[in-house]
């Protein structure tokens, strides 16, 4: 028996790299039936795809989400930084299907502001090339702990996250997370929202913040790559999911075949029924 939610909110796949955890993912999207899904940015990473890394179990994440538009689920894709190219297609709109930069939606008499994230993140704004370089060394730890997590899981061990730990050992991480959260924040007091709902940061969590006697909910959905965490609302009541790291199994880079950059295209355009001409 599926639950039952109104509104589910996934950030941070990263389909196209060894880290997304796409098996896991695809079991907990069976799980749920949403009405409407928020897929908020940072779903494909098209800048890793040159890498020519898209197996079939990423693909089927693809194929999901097609699925549940033909069935008429209505799904608002929101871009990242990490799919940036598609932000040129924003407005486009495909059956209850539409690519946007941010969403706002009423709840209950109070607005949700729904957005990645990185446009006030300032290393992206001035320093694009460091953090091209930053996501380079985050995906070869991230291979490095799936070779080790693997290990681990022969030997009836429990998993760890080396990505985790460095993060929460830098203090200048933890600086730029709590940084990124007060600008968010501020930004949705002023344009008077009651929700603010990002991802980029890779860090789920929902808090409250109060700014001159007004409440603010700041809420993330974490990532696919980590954390395992989507947002949930439902009865009027926002939940941070997260998957049990137990429940799938290690995806290791030869574990299934590849497919080019051209081929996915080719692919999805076929899903679509869209004429290549």
């Known amino acids: ?49 040159n890498k020519r890394y898209f197996p079939k179990s990423h693909m089927k994440i693809i194929k999901y989400f ?54 006030f993140d300032l290393t ?39 990505s985790k730990k460095v993060k929460n050992s830098v203090k200048g991480a933890v600086k730029f997370i709590n940084k990124f959260e007060e600008t968010v924040v501020g930004i949705a007091f002023e344009r008077k929202y009651k929700f603010v709902i990002c991802g980029h940061i890779h860090q789920p969590a929902i808090k409250k913040h109060s700014i001159k006697n007004k409440n603010i909910i700041y809420l993330n959905s974490g990532d696919w790559v980590e954390n395992l965490t989507s947002l949930e609302y439902h009865n009027k009541k926002w939940t941070i999911y997260q998957h049990d790291n137990n429940l799938y199994e290690e995806e290791l880079v030869n574990d299934e075949s590849d497919l080019s950059a051209k081929e996915l295209f080719q692919g999805m355009l076929k899903e ?6």
């Open 124 to 162: 992206m704004q001035y320093s694009k090339w460091l953090t091209r370089l930053g996501a380079i060394g985050y995906d070869a730890l991230i291979l490095i702990n799936s070779a080790l997590n693997f290990i681990l899981s022969k030997l009836g061990r429990p998993r760890y996250s080396l």
């Open 1 to 49: 028996m599926k639950r039952l939610i109104e509104i589910l909110v996934i950030s941070d796949i990263h389909l196209g790299t060894y880290g997304c955890q796409s098996k896991a993912l695809l079991n907990y999207l069976k799980s749920v039936d949403p009405k409407i899904i928020i897929l908020n940015g940072d779903i494909i990473d098209i800048w890793q795809f």
């Open 66 to 119: 097609l699925n549940l538009i033909q069935d008429g689920k209505t799904i608002y894709y929101l871009t990242g930084n990490h799919d940036e190219m598609l932000r040129k297609f924003n407005g486009f709109e495909l059956k209850n299907f539409k690519i946007l930069n941010k969403k706002v939606i009423n709840l209950n008499g109070h607005q949700a502001w729904f957005f990645h994230g990185d446009v």
């Open 272 to 277: 679509f029924k869209i004429d290549q001409e």
